[in-house]
């Protein structure tokens, strides 16, 4: 079982729907990351969390440390949001070092029709 | 333009030929980092830099070299590259440690023959 899982892996949708894209991990974390990876592959960040809720435009990611659950939505989805999200965890090893470790989900594969 | 550039873009080699992949920030970040992204497997990491001279390994070391000699350069080396080494690589950079926004380098495509 990989520490990062995300679902959906692959999700389709119709201009202006709402999306969320889930991403789960099963190791201790003290930051999580969302990130754009757009068709020309290019990968820029759109949050890092360690609680709470972030918003930005109409992207929303909110994180429960509690349950190792979090999730990005996508309010009023458009064609030029079809690209492949990515949540990455930074972990917490058990000394509580690797502070530069990065683990990472799969990837969900969005598009959005006109 | 605040940047993190990789060259080359895009490199086929062949098996044994040691190469190397530059990347470089000109923002001044302390944390650098090395990945891989393989289809169905994702990114995964291959090493960090948590400032000059300071070098770790992520999950993918194996067949990898960095060096840190310079803030702003994180070179990758593939001494004897493989076929498995094909892959896009990326380069990233942020503030202190992977706790910060990332910056991605554009990619580096490789192809190992």
């Known amino acids: 079982k990989n520490e990062v899982e995300q679902s959906p892996q692959n999700l389709t949708a119709q201009e202006g729907e709402f999306i969320t894209i889930n991403c789960s991990y099963s190791v201790g974390i003290s930051a999580l990351h969302w990130l754009q990876q757009h068709p020309g592959g290019g990968i820029v960040s759109l949050f890092m969390?360690?609680?709470g809720k972030k918003k930005h435009g109409r992207l929303i990611a909110t994180i429960n440390i509690q349950e190792k659950h979090s999730s990005l939505h996508i309010t009023a989805s458009h064609p030029r949001d079809s690209a492949v999200y990515i949540c990455a965890v930074r972990n917490v090893g058990a000394g509580g070092t690797s502070y530069g470790k990065l683990t990472f989900g799969q990837g969900t594969i969005l598009t959005v029709h006109p | 333009e605040a940047q993190v550039t990789q060259n080359p873009r895009y490199l086929i080699t062949v098996t044994g030929k040691k190469l190397t992949v530059t990347c470089s920030q000109n923002m001044n970040h302390e944390y650098m980092s090395w990945y891989r992204q393989d289809p169905g497997l994702g990114l995964r990491q291959i090493y960090y830099s948590m400032n000059v001279e300071v070098t770790d390994k992520g999950d993918v070391p194996e067949g990898y070299k960095v060096s840190r000699k310079e803030k702003r350069n994180f070179p990758l080396i593939l001494e004897s590259p493989s076929p498995n080494q094909t892959s896009l690589y990326f380069c990233?950079?942020?503030?202190?440690?992977?706790?910060?926004?990332?910056?991605f380098g554009p990619g580096t495509r490789l192809t190992v023959l």
């Open positions: 990233a950079s942020s503030w202190g440690s992977a706790y910060n926004e990332q910056f």
């Open positions: 969390l360690s609680s």
